[in-house]
């Protein structure tokens, strides 16, 4: 196996609200009323139900409550041991489900609040993402505007799979407040449910739409390369998570060479798509959505050409792989370094300028 | 056409266009609006030119995407007596099937019943282009072989209309198109695949298709450039959902063949699919075995748009992993991003390899071995 260094960053950690009533500290009067006169159940998305075997390790699994619940069990579980000096919290809260706007706003907002108040004031390590109401974008850049303020506050959080393709313009006004902010875009596996979950429909079952997380994905990059958001902003930093990434060189092939015969259509493309990926892109590492054989994954990375799209993840507590084995085997200590520590942070800026802040103190 | 500017430095080594080949993926066209007449009940005459063909999109005619080229089609390949693209049997044959050496063109129509909400209607006009495809086509020329088109929202019609071609050597499989209301495993669509089994024909999943749902899963994005990388992608869930549906346990001789949809990404989907599977077999007991093993027995590749990388041993090695055994040459004709028979394999392919690629294993799938 390939051992952990010290001093990395998992880019994708979900804590877990333990049900909607735990946001209502975090309510206004009104909405705290809603909550409670309408009976709203908890806000679980089905793309991980929390008895689903990909939604916690086995040993991950505490014995009461919801898998991530518990900040101990997520530092001895997670951060102590791959040694990490920061991991990003990414809550998966299925705020994006519901389909008024202010409703969506309210619940985001509180748990916004809920994860600096219960997870980032708890331990020092740990870093958190804004999650946005993207079906209001005025909303969703206040929400930024709101938490940016906080620097703990590290990126913005979208689903792979919302209500349009994430390049639509209507969005743009989202990444231009990310990008002024120094807050990556991080786009998480999941969907509102607002569309079907596959491209061709409502399959039957959980697994179909597990496994169409990725084609969810690689649907949204072109999205986002061909409408042009990062020729608009190019200091924009985007980052596929739980995404999967072994999908990644023969989907660039085929974008780059229908590129290269109907660039006519979006003039406004000014780079490759390989060289927009190469500079603006990053893919947590799990699911490594792997060969059977370490030899053939290391050629997969050879296909990737590049050392520096992919960044440290443990994805707890999902269960994507065994004991401390995070990292693919046969790695080399450049490329560990890379993935656990250089790449995480030239993408999360403000993880350095906290890092700063700290050691002035 | 498009000219598609491409270093290609093996080019002097590619193979010689004179090399026999199959060409698995020929778009024939109808030279006007009223041919199918001859082969479609009067009253289907009426019914289009008063409500046209009301499919699952909103445009009365063409698509919403508009093409990169008229009718998607290269713009030399306009018959020269008039008519669309790929609309002249004898202009085909001299622009493409002599001087390439096509040995066997499987005719894939498009634009016929599928995707039409009336299913009366899809259902005549389907059978209309089968007809049409023996009479125009393959009686025409023995190289050419039709697709048993079916309307494929109304299995039982489909199905019906598979048994009355099966056995007829005019039409080497049946055709489908990637996106259907509903994902392809579903089972409203298989007796579709029992029919197609019981005839021993393959089933050519080609992209494309209207469905009414939109094309990602995030809703509809702009381009047309969107929709046909998004090919790739529609492709994969409906290839999911054929094993995950249990489909190839079901109709364990059924043959799939993945048209105009790439390959590139058969080989990250199949280990998604394998580690996904080992932790939710619970879910799909009815999948009894790695979703990689369905695959590899069941599905084949047409190689139009051909994966196209900056390094060709990544491409060689791409293949290793699918095998050489399940890619089935294709050029496209006439559409604009057709490949060049002579150009899309670089050199470095053994003889055994390079003459499965081409010719080998599309006589094998299709049973003219």
């Known amino acids: 196996m390939t051992s952990p260094i010290a001093g990395g960053v998992d880019c994708d950690l979900h804590p877990a609200v333990p049900h909607l009533t735990s946001l209502l500290p975090y309510l206004n009067d009104y909405w705290r009323d809603q909550v409670t006169t309408r009976g709203m159940t908890d806000l679980v998305s089905q793309s991980y139900p929390t008895n689903s075997p990909i939604s916690a390790r086995p040993d991950w699994r505490p014995a009461q409550g919801k898998p991530g619940s518990n900040l101990e069990d997520l530092k001895r579980q997670a951060l102590d041991p791959f040694k990490v000096s920061y991991g990003i919290c990414n809550p998966l809260f299925g705020v994006q489900m519901v389909f008024s706007e202010d409703m969506q706003d309210a619940f985001c907002r509180a748990l916004n609040d809920w994860l600096a108040k219960e997870w980032l004031d708890r331990d020092p390590r740990l870093r958190g993402s804004i999650v946005i109401p993207t079906q209001s974008v005025e909303k969703s850049v206040a929400e930024i505007e709101r938490c940016a303020k906080d620097p703990r506050f590290v990126q913005v959080l979208m689903l792979v799979m919302g209500d349009m393709p994430l390049g639509k313009r209507f969005y743009w006004p989202i990444y231009a407040a990310a990008e002024r902010l120094g807050l990556p875009i991080g786009i998480h596996a999941g969907s509102a449910y607002h569309n079907p979950p596959t491209s061709v429909g409502w399959g039957s079952y959980h697994i179909e739409d597990y496994v169409a997380q990725a084609q969810a994905f690689q649907t949204q990059l072109t999205s986002l390369i061909v409408e042009g958001v990062f020729a608009r902003h190019p200091a924009l930093k985007m980052v596929m998570l739980e995404s999967g990434f072994t999908w990644l060189p023969p989907y660039l092939w085929r974008l780059h060479k229908f590129w290269r015969g109907i660039r006519m259509e979006t003039p406004w493309v000014d780079r490759a798509p390989l060289e927009i990926v190469r500079s603006n892109i990053r893919f947590s590492l799990q699911p490594v959505d792997a060969p059977p054989d370490s030899a053939t994954l290391h050629r997969l990375f050879d296909h990737m050409q590049s050392d520096e799209l992919l960044l440290f993840s443990t994805d707890y507590p999902h269960w994507q792989f065994e004991g401390d084995q995070a990292l693919p085997e046969g790695l080399s200590p450049e490329l560990v370094r890379k993935i656990m520590i250089d790449n995480p942070f030239a993408t999360y800026g403000r993880l350095t300028q906290t890092a700063a802040r700290e050691t002035t103190r | ?369």
Not at chain 2, 157 to 180: M, T, W
Not at chain 2, 278 to 288: D, F, G, I, T, Y
């Open chain 2, 1 to 369: 056409m498009n000219i598609q500017v491409r270093d290609l430095p093996e080019k002097a080594a590619a193979v010689s266009a004179k090399t026999a080949i199959a060409d698995c993926d020929i778009h024939p066209a109808r030279a006007t609006r009223t041919e199918l007449h001859p082969y479609l009940a009067k009253r289907w005459h009426e019914h289009l030119a008063t409500y046209g063909e009301h499919p699952y999109q909103g445009m009365l005619e063409g698509p919403p995407y508009p093409k990169a080229q008229p009718n998607a089609s290269r713009r030399d390949a306009y018959p020269p007596e008039g008519g669309p693209q790929g609309s002249s049997l004898s202009f085909m044959q001299k622009q493409h099937l002599d001087p390439n050496n096509v040995v066997l063109g499987v005719l894939n129509p498009l634009r016929t019943g599928q995707g039409i909400r009336n299913q009366d209607l899809a259902v005549a006009i389907c059978s209309a282009i089968n007809d049409w495809q023996i009479e125009k086509w393959t009686s025409q020329d023995s190289r050419l072989k039709g697709s048993v088109v079916v309307a494929n929202e109304d299995g039982v019609a489909a199905a019906a209309e598979i048994r009355k071609r099966a056995g007829d050597r005019n039409f080497v499989q049946v055709l489908l198109l990637s996106r259907n209301v509903e994902p392809l495993g579903q089972r409203r669509y298989w007796p579709i695949y029992e029919a197609a089994q019981e005839a021993g024909l393959p089933i050519g999943v080609h992209a494309f298709g209207f469905g009414g749902n939109p094309i990602t899963a995030s809703g509809w994005p702009s381009f047309y450039i969107e929709e046909m990388v998004g090919h790739a992608q529609c492709q994969q869930t409906a290839l999911a959902s054929l094993v995950l549906e249990g489909v190839f346990d079901r109709f364990p001789k059924l043959k799939m063949i993945m048209v105009e949809a790439g390959f590139g990404w058969a080989p990250s989907l199949a280990w998604r699919l394998d580690k996904t599977w080992a932790r939710l077999r619970s879910e799909v007991p009815h999948v009894k075995r790695q979703p990689s093993e369905y695959i590899r027995d069941h599905i084949w590749w047409t190689t139009q748009p051909m994966e196209d990388p900056e390094r060709r041993d990544h491409l060689f090695e791409l293949i290793d992993w699918i095998g050489w055994d399940k890619l089935l040459f294709a050029t496209d004709y006439p559409h604009w991003d057709y490949d060049e028979p002579s150009r899309v394999l670089p050199a470095g392919v053994s003889e055994a390899n390079r003459e499965a690629f081409y010719l080998g294993n599309a006589r094998k799938v299709y049973g003219l071995a």
